[in-house]
């Protein structure tokens, strides 16, 4: 949830907004593939900072039938947002911890076909993800320098990936 509140305290911040267009925000920058961010969170999160003082209605509208409340961040919703990006920008941008090392501990479990099918599997879906962020890439260009260090960084993970991957494939082979 703490992607979340970030992002969504961080759209408050920029300025009132309802929970359809940081849906949009979120849909629009494909931001699941690059965060934990879902965009179904988005309603569930404005509610909860609400309720916890952090955000508040700032006016409803009416689209047809629906009524569409408008947000902002409250002061303390500022203060809260300020505690997470420091959070966030103090913790390492990727996380070492994965169930596929766990897995790969007692592999021996499944027939030894299955395991080299699970793992190249892994291997055509990195190589996906790859094209992906490839794609993503080019479709951004012109971004600022920050972004540029977040594609280097993700291509560099998945390169490393990608050599893990091969030399477990080759283990397994034996």
Do not use: C
Request: without cysteine; aromatic residues 4%; charged residues 25%.
């Amino acid at each position: 949830m703490s992607s979340t509140r970030l992002l969504v305290l961080g759209v408050l911040h920029e300025g009132p907004r309802h929970g359809y267009e940081i849906n949009q925000l979120v849909t629009a920058g494909s931001l699941e593939q690059w965060t934990d961010v879902k965009a179904g969170s988005v309603y569930h999160a404005l509610a909860k900072l609400e309720s916890e003082g952090l955000a508040e209605t700032h006016a409803e509208e009416r689209t047809g039938d629906r009524l569409r409340r408008i947000y902002g961040i409250t002061p303390e919703g500022r203060h809260a947002l300020r505690d997470l990006l420091r959070k966030a920008l103090s913790a390492p941008p990727h996380s070492t911890t994965s169930g596929f090392a766990l897995a790969l501990r007692w592999h021996t479990l499944l027939d030894p076909g299955e395991a080299r099918e699970l793992v190249e599997a892994s291997s055509l879906a990195l190589e996906s993800r790859r094209a992906e962020i490839a794609a993503g890439r080019r479709a951004k260009e012109g971004l600022p320098p920050l972004a540029d260090v977040l594609f280097d960084n993700a291509e560099a993970h998945l390169a490393a990936d990608a050599k893990l991957l091969a030399d477990i494939r080759r283990l397994l082979a034996r």
